[in-house]
């Protein structure tokens, strides 16, 4: 079966460390990879995304993920994390064709303390 | 510009009520979905409409009932509400580059 896995439900972390928040999934597909951040009582953002092309995709505020596919992962990092990072980060997958539904993990939350 | 926008942001109602939720996308985005988002936090898919038409029905009482006027609006109808019921929901619209969210109308039910 097609699924998700977040190995890590909390990273707690100190500002200025460096994160790492694991992903892997399960798929005899071809597949579609995002990263979303969900801060306090709000919706869902995209992060990142992996359509096609170089397994290094970045965000916009410094975070990065690598597609490795033959280890099936999908892990997101930062170098460096601020204590605005704070929020809960959903590994999420599409199989087959982009725009079909996506399957999610259950979610890291991601605590960043001074 | 709100891209994908949702109406009520809160529902609070008894028990047995029936209620709606709307959700309009502005972005152009032939498919729209709803999402719920328990409370652990854990999301799946409940409907994915593509150009009005249900593509995606996953193992929902058939108290939830989707309605797509048109390709920006994917409403949600819910039937004699249950104390299980009460989660966050999500609506969300697609293209091949990704999927993008609403802010979430969080239901609880008394």
């Known amino acids: 079966a097609q699924s998700v896995t977040q190995l890590d439900s909390q990273v707690p972390v100190f500002e200025e460390a460096p994160v790492e928040l694991r992903c892997n999934y399960s798929s005899s597909v071809s597949v579609y990879l995002f990263w979303y951040v969900q801060y306090p009582n709000q919706g869902l953002q995209l992060l990142l995304k992996?359509?096609?092309?170089?397994?290094l995709v970045e965000s916009i505020n410094g975070f990065e993920a690598e597609f490795n596919k033959s280890q099936t992962s999908f892990h997101l990092r930062k170098p460096s994390v601020h204590i605005s990072d704070t929020a809960e980060y959903f590994c999420?997958?599409?199989?087959?064709?982009?725009?079909?539904?996506?399957?999610f993990g259950k979610g890291t939350t991601l605590s960043v303390s001074s | 510009d709100t891209a994908v926008s949702q109406t009520p942001k809160y529902l609070v109602t008894q028990m047995g009520n029936d209620k709606s939720i709307k959700c309009e996308q502005n972005?152009?985005?032939?498919?729209m979905y709803w999402y719920k988002q328990d409370s652990k936090k854990f999301l799946k898919i409940m409907f994915s409409y593509n150009n009005k038409e249900l593509i995606i029905n996953e193992t929902v009482p058939n108290r939830f009932s989707p309605k797509s006027p048109d390709k920006a609006h994917l409403n949600l109808h819910i039937n004699s509400l249950e104390l299980g019921d009460s989660a966050v929901y999500f609506c969300?619209?697609?293209?091949?580059?990704?999927?993008?969210f609403g802010p979430g109308t969080r239901l609880t039910v008394l």
């Open positions: 999420a997958v599409t199989f087959g064709q982009a725009g079909t539904a996506l399957i």
């Open positions: 969300a619209s697609s293209t091949s580059g990704g999927q993008y």
């Open positions: 992996y359509l096609s092309g170089s397994t």
């Open positions: 972005l152009g985005h032939d498919t």
